[in-house]
C-alpha cells in the first residue's frame, strides 16, 4: 500500500496534475481525499479518462481488457502501482488457466482487485465468498482445480474456505504460497493479541477498505467489541461505557497520523496511552519503473 501511495506522489512531483487514477489508490477515505485536493481524479472507467492523460493504476490491480483499452486511448503516462502480492495472484491465475485448471477464487465479487484477477481468466475463474458458497459450488472437471485467495482476507475465513473446498473436490491444488499479504496477516494476529488485554477494539480504517473490515471480525470473534471508523471524530462516547483499557489499530493503508490523533483523543479524555508492537515490518517492494527509473 505504502508504494502505491508513494508512486503517486511522485507521479505528481515529475508529471504534475490533473493526475488520473484508475479506481482508489487505496481504499482509505483520507489519502483519496489528500491526493483529490492536489489535481488526482480518481475514475471508476477508463472512458473517464482524457485522450492524451497521465495514468495510474492502483494497487488493486486490473485486468488486461482494462490495460488493452488504456493502451488504446493514447495517453501520455501510464503506472501501474499494482501491488507485487495481488500481481502473484494474477501470475498464478494466468499459469494455471493456460494448464487446464479451473481456478477457484476465494473472494469477494465486487471487490477491485477480484475483478481484475478474475479478468485474466473469466471462463475459467470461479469466485467463492465463503464456506456455504464453497459447499454449493459445482464444477464438472474435478481433476484439474486449483484455489487462489484474495490478499486481503481474513487468514482464519480462507482457511475455512479452502478447508469445505477441500472436503468437496479432493484433488484441489492450493498454491505454493499464502496468497494472503503479509500486512493483513500481521495485523489480523496483533489484533488477535490485543483483544486478550483490551475491553474494546478500535479499527482505524475506512469502510471500504476489506483489510480493515477484517480486523474488527477478528476482534469480534476474539469476544471483543470491535469498531471501524474514519478517524478519532467517528468515536460514539457510548460506545466507551463500560470500558477501561480500548486497543487502537488500523489497516494497511492509514497514515499513521490518523493512529496518534485517535491516541491524543483519548489523553485529551484523561487516558493513559501505552504503545505495543507486536510485528515489525521490513518488507519494502520496489517502485514502478516508470517512477523509479529502473528499467
Avoid at 127 to 148: F, G, P, Y
Avoid at 216 to 233: F, I, S
Avoid at 250 to 266: D, K
Amino acid at each position: 500500500m505504502e508504494m502505491a501511495i508513494e508512486t503517486v506522489e511522485r507521479a505528481l512531483r515529475r508529471h504534475g496534475p490533473p493526475l488520473y487514477v484508475f479506481h482508489e489508490i487505496v481504499h482509505n477515505l483520507h489519502v483519496v481525499r489528500a491526493f483529490t485536493g492536489q489535481g488526482v481524479h480518481f475514475v471508476q472507467s477508463i472512458d473517464d479518462v482524457p485522450s492524451g492523460a497521465k495514468l495510474v493504476f492502483s494497487a488493486h490491480g486490473i485486468s488486461p481488457a482494462v490495460w488493452k483499452q488504456a493502451k488504446e486511448k493514447r495517453l501520455q503516462v501510464i503506472i501501474d502501482a499494482t501491488c507485487p502480492l495481488v500481481e502473484k495472484v494474477h501470475r498464478e491465475v494466468r499459469k494455471f488457466a493456460a494448464q487446464g485448471y479451473w481456478i477457484v477464487l476465494v473472494g469477494h465479487a465486487k471487490h477491485d482487485e477480484i475483478v481484475g484477477t478474475r479478468g485474466e481468466a473469466p471462463e475459467r475463474v470461479r469466485i467463492v465468498a465463503n464456506v456455504n458458497d464453497a459447499i454449493e459450488l459445482e464444477i464438472a472437471d474435478q481433476e484439474k482445480i486449483v484455489v487462489l485467495t484474495q490478499t486481503t482476507l481474513s487468514v482464519d475465513d480462507t482457511r475455512e474456505v479452502v478447508d469445505a473446498l477441500k472436503a468437496r473436490f479432493p484433488k484441489l491444488v492450493t498454491a505454493a504460497k499464502e496468497d494472503i499479504c503479509y500486512a493483513t496477516q500481521n495485523r489480523q494476529d496483533a489484533v488477535k493479541e490485543l483483544s486478550k488485554v483490551v475491553d474494546m477494539v478500535l479499527v482505524i480504517g475506512s469502510q471500504n477498505s476489506e483489510n480493515s473490515n477484517q480486523m474488527c471480525n477478528v476482534a469480534r470473534t476474539e469476544g471483543k467489541p470491535a469498531y471501524l471508523v474514519d478517524d478519532h471524530h467517528a468515536i460514539d462516547p457510548a460506545w466507551l461505557v463500560g470500558v477501561k483499557r480500548v486497543g487502537i489499530t488500523s489497516g494497511a493503508s492509514v497514515p499513521e497520523r490518523l493512529v496518534q490523533e485517535a491516541a491524543e483523543y483519548f489523553q485529551r479524555n484523561g487516558a493513559e496511552v501505552n504503545h505495543i508492537g507486536f510485528v515489525e515490518e521490513n518488507i519494502q517492494f520496489a517502485l514502478p519503473c516508470e517512477i523509479s527509473g529502473v528499467s
